[in-house]
């Protein structure tokens, strides 16, 4: 550690210590790391969330006003998942439980009919109007549904046995929602409804050797084609089913934690990047290999909205946390940088919770904020109504290469490097013989992609089954323990 740092840590931890104020706050480093854009006419809704709480506009971020984390009842690093409503009502679901607000957002209320604490997820329709929330793993396991974009609730399918933890909803198919979870051995589990969350069945359990399995996202056209992120040691694997999740494939890799996935409003092409910049952002088009992109970014997100891809980036070494990509990923040009915002919020009222609670907050909230010493904070860059949000195809044949084995730090990757999805497993990770029967799924060739099998290890099922008690208590305990970290960045 070199002296700036060891000083800057010691006056973080002086500040902490000393500060009654601060100690209220959570003491997390300020970042964001989730986004959201509303649906059809409220397109110009978006929120980011942050470490110090949520950042809200109405004019497609243009300006931005700060909602603290007590005006929603956040209680420490209870990072909450957002959906947007049709008329631009926003939900938010955390541990401390279900809130939603309209109009200006200056008030955040519980809604009547539903838990009054621990939600785990909460996903929309593309067109708002339904909304799914996932109670649990610590309350009541069960869904609730909204068909009025999030205003009122009833009770779904109460999801006895399991332990809960990411929901989606087909954003063109309000009749299919997944699920996944835990099972009382401890074993993930992915479940799928076919009448809109009122019943669920599972639908596998088998995630080709993955561990800690939650949903990147379904896709927007076809609601049996969905994808999955799944941990392998320091990786983490992108799984896709083709058939409503009774059968996955691999779709690609991280060498790091996979802390973004973004998928375009047709569903052909995909996002993914890590926690490591060094990996960079990685497409794919049409189920072809991966190609790198240009752009240097610290990705702490990727949401694709409108035809544009949105970035949560790196405050600290990028100059701002949010920005946005009109080619696909190769230039990110700054939308918002956190160091800018004015937490004096002119809209709500002090009469309203955000207008009387956040105010007093925002010098002692943004006390780390104001440390960050990156240089000058990189201002917004708009474009014009005629500026082409599509993403750009046409690009030079990459160049072959592959990522590095699971156990050796990343390399950096040119743009333009192509990976495919076997190669990104590395060595004879891949076969093209089928699964062991031992749970085995038949997995078919994707249209101009590679067989994406993992093999299994010969000799495991024997052990596995005389291990498979103690085994399933400890993956349940580590998994409940993790499902904070994991939730803050699903879906990413």
């Given at each position: 550690?070199?002296?700036?740092?060891?000083?800057?840590?010691?006056?973080?931890?002086?500040?902490?210590?000393?500060?009654?104020?601060?100690?209220?706050?959570?003491?997390?480093?300020?970042?964001?790391g989730y986004f959201v854009a509303g649906p059809g006419a409220r397109n110009d809704v978006f929120a980011l969330r942050t470490t110090f709480g949520l950042l809200l506009s109405r004019d497609a971020g243009r300006s931005w006003a700060?909602?603290?984390?007590?005006?929603?009842?956040?209680?420490?690093?209870?990072?909450?998942?957002?959906?947007?409503?049709?008329?631009?009502?926003?939900?938010?679901?955390?541990?401390?439980?279900?809130?939603?607000?309209?109009?200006?957002?200056?008030?955040?209320?519980?809604?009547?009919?539903?838990?009054?604490?621990?939600?785990?997820?909460?996903?929309?329709?593309?067109?708002?109007?339904?909304?799914?929330?996932?109670?649990?793993?610590?309350?009541?396991?069960?869904?609730?549904?909204?068909?009025?974009?999030?205003?009122t609730w009833a009770p779904g399918a109460r999801l006895a046995g399991y332990a809960t933890e990411t929901v989606d909803v087909a954003p063109g198919d309000p009749m299919r929602?997944?699920?996944?979870?835990?099972?009382?051995?401890?074993?993930?589990?992915?479940?799928?409804?076919?009448?809109?969350?009122?019943?669920?069945?599972?639908?596998?359990?088998?995630?080709?050797?993955?561990?800690?399995?939650?949903?990147?996202?379904?896709?927007?056209?076809?609601?049996?084609?969905?994808?999955?992120?799944?941990?392998?040691?320091?990786?983490?694997?992108?799984?896709?089913?083709?058939?409503?999740?009774?059968?996955?494939?691999?779709?690609?890799?991280?060498?790091?934690?996979?802390?973004?996935?973004?998928?375009?409003d047709d569903g052909a092409t995909v996002w993914i990047a890590s926690a490591d910049r060094a990996e960079g952002i990685l497409r794919s088009e049409r189920g072809g290999p991966w190609v790198r992109m240009a752009a240097d970014v610290g990705v702490k997100c990727l949401r694709f909205h409108a035809g544009t891809l949105f970035v949560c980036a790196d405050e600290a070494r990028d100059g701002f946390a949010l920005g946005y990509s009109h080619d696909g990923g190769d230039h990110v040009d700054p939308l918002l940088s956190l160091r800018l915002v004015d937490g004096a919020t002119t809209t709500c009222g002090s009469s309203t919770t955000v207008g009387s609670t956040c105010p007093p907050l925002w010098?002692?909230?943004?006390?780390?904020?104001?440390?960050?010493?990156?240089?000058?904070?990189?201002?917004p860059v708009f474009h014009d109504a005629s500026t082409d949000h599509g993403v750009i195809t046409d690009r030079a044949p990459p160049l072959d290469a592959q990522l590095p084995?699971?156990?050796?730090?990343?390399?950096p990757l040119d743009a333009g490097t192509r990976i495919d999805a076997g190669d990104a497993m590395g060595g004879d990770a891949l076969s093209d013989t089928p699964l062991a029967s031992d749970g085995a799924v038949g997995v078919a060739r994707p249209d101009g992609g590679c067989d994406c099998r993992v093999a299994r290890r010969a000799g495991v099922g024997s052990r596995g089954l005389a291990l498979a008690p103690l085994a399933a208590a400890l993956?349940?305990?580590?998994?409940?323990?993790?499902?904070?970290?994991?939730?803050?960045h699903r879906r990413g």
């Open positions: 550690m070199t002296d700036r740092c060891a000083t800057r840590v010691g006056m973080l931890l002086a500040l902490l210590t000393l500060s009654p104020a601060l100690a209220s706050a959570n003491g997390r480093f300020p970042t964001a700060w909602v603290c984390e007590a005006a929603y009842g956040a209680v420490g690093a209870s990072d909450p998942t957002i959906s947007v409503g049709a008329d631009g009502t926003l939900v938010l679901a955390s541990f401390t439980g279900l809130t939603t607000s309209t109009g200006d957002y200056c008030a955040w209320p519980a809604p009547a009919g539903v838990p009054a604490r621990d939600f785990a997820d909460v996903s929309n329709t593309a067109d708002g109007r339904t909304v799914v929330a996932l109670a649990g793993p610590n309350g009541e396991n069960a869904l609730y549904l909204s068909s009025d974009g999030g205003r929602v997944y699920v996944t979870g835990y099972g009382s051995t401890g074993m993930p589990v992915l479940l799928r409804s076919d009448d809109g969350g009122r019943t669920v069945r599972e639908a596998t359990r088998d995630f080709l050797g993955g561990q800690n399995i939650f949903l990147a996202g379904v896709d927007p056209t076809r609601p049996d084609v969905l994808y999955l992120r799944a941990t392998r040691g320091l990786s983490t694997t992108l799984l896709r089913s083709d058939d409503g999740g009774m059968t996955l494939r691999l779709a690609g890799q991280t060498a790091r934690e996979m802390l973004g996935f973004a998928l375009s010098s002692t909230e943004t006390l780390l904020l104001r440390s960050i010493d990156s240089g000058t904070p990189s201002a084995p699971l156990d050796a730090p990343p390399r993956a349940l305990a580590r998994s409940l323990m993790r499902s904070r970290v994991r939730r803050r």
